[in-house]
Each structure stands twice: as structure tokens, then as C-alpha cells.
């Protein structure tokens, strides 16, 4: 699961980084307002931690442009700032959830998983799951009906955010900017290659329908409707 923290303590950005990293999260971080919100606005991220305070652009309004563009990534905000009115102002412009500096290790990594649970259909042992399909990202591997599906790593990133992204629809240039990231040599094809790899993976257990082609788009994870 990917997650862009955006800070402007370089100190306590890259150690919520390197906590994140360390409990198996890919972590991205910035300190300028300007940037996180160009790179929030990607798409890409299943969490965003932000900073109240920041240079260029603040929390806040980084907050209240993604959610006036239908962006409904969870997002926690953490500040230095032990008021309520900022807590509500938060809260009441789309934050998720909220931590006042300086805050306890376990309580930051629990609020996180609390928060990627609530968007990916987790469980609170770190699975992620759609109907039958179950996704574990301690060993990057997933599971239909408890059976294996013997993914590659690439592939179970794929089938990752489709899950976390389930019944939406995520374009080409969303999972390619994911999955390869934007200063990939290789191009937008690759998508389309490791599409038919899922699809081929997942047809020897009657799931490979799950993903759906948005022609002209891009894909979206939904289950199959008898009669449809």
C-alpha cells in the first residue's frame, strides 16, 4: 500500500517514512504544500498524512481542493496545533481522521491501518478483501475462496489497487503511474500486458471477470452480475 506523507519537519518526515517503511508501507514524502497537493492529485496514494502548516499551500487547502475534485482518499491530518477549532475545521473540510503533535509511534501506525482498513475492506490483521478475493500484503499474494493465486509481485501490486479502489474506476495512467511511476522508460502498454497476466491468473478460478475494461479508460474491479 502506497502512502505520500507531506511535512515540512524534515526530522518528523522522515520519520514517519522511515515507521511507515519499516511496517511494510511504500512511503513517498515532500515538504512543500505545492508538490504534495500535485502529487496527491495523481491519484495514486491509498493514504495521505498532511501537515496543517506548509509552506507554498496549507493542509487545509490541499484538503479542500482534493475532496472539491471527488478525491476521497483517507487522509489523516497531523499538526503541532492542540485546538479544537483546527480539529474541526479538519474534520468539517474532509479529514478523516486527526493527530496533534507530538504523538506516540503505535498510535500513528494504528490510526493508519484504521484508516486503510476502512478504505480497502481490511480486516485487523492486515488483509485486505472484495467478496471472495482476500489480498495479503505481508507476502504480497492473493487468495479466491482460500485458494491460491500464485500472483507475481507485479501482479498482486495490480490486483492491490484494484482492490483498495474497488467499483471505481482507475485509468491507465493512474495504475501505470502507480505501478511504474511516472519516469518509467517503459510505456502505457504494460498496462494492458499485465491486465491479461491477472485476468489469465485469476480465470483458472472463475474470478478473471472481476476486472472490467472501461473502453477508452481503464479498468475497474466489480463483480459480475449473474444475467449481466
Not at 500500500?1 to 511496517?23: N, R
Request: charged fraction near 25%; proline fraction near 2%; glycine fraction near 8%.
Amino acid at each position: 500500500m502506497k502512502i505520500l506523507v507531506v511535512e515540512d519537519s524534515e526530522f518528523l518526515c522522515d520519520a514517519m517514512v522511515t515507521v511507515l517503511s519499516a511496517a511494510g508501507f511504500d512511503a513517498d514524502q515532500t515538504d512543500d504544500g505545492e508538490e504534495g497537493f500535485f502529487l496527491a492529485e495523481q491519484a495514486v496514494y491509498d493514504l495521505l498524512v498532511l501537515d496543517i502548516m506548509l509552506p507554498g499551500i496549507s493542509g487545509i487547502e490541499i484538503l479542500k481542493q482534493l475532496r472539491a475534485k471527488g478525491n476521497t482518499v483517507p487522509i489523516l491530518m497531523v499538526t503541532a496545533k492542540d485546538c479544537i477549532e483546527d480539529r474541526v475545521r479538519g474534520l468539517n473540510t474532509g479529514a478523516d481522521d486527526y493527530m496533534v503533535k507530538p504523538f506516540a509511534v503505535s498510535e500513528f501506525l494504528a490510526r493508519v491501518r484504521a484508516l486503510l482498513r476502512r478504505k480497502g475492506g481490511g480486516t485487523p490483521q492486515g488483509l485486505l478483501s472484495y467478496k471472495s478475493l482476500v489480498l495479503n500484503p505481508q507476502v504480497k499474494q492473493g487468495y479466491y475462496q482460500s485458494q491460491e493465486l500464485w500472483l507475481t509481485v507485479r501482479e498482486y501490486e495490480l490486483l492491490e489497487f484494484l482492490v483498495l479502489n474497488r467499483e471505481q474506476i482507475l485509468t491507465k495512467e493512474q495504475i501505470f503511474d502507480r505501478l511504474w511511476g511516472i519516469e518509467a522508460e517503459t510505456g502505457l502498454g504494460v498496462v494492458e500486458v499485465y491486465i491479461h497476466f491477472l485476468r489469465k491468473k485469476m480465470s483458472a478460478f472463475g474470478c478473471n471477470k472481476f476486472i472490467r475494461t472501461i473502453r477508452g479508460v481503464g479498468y475497474m474491479l466489480k463483480e459480475q452480475m449473474s444475467g449481466n
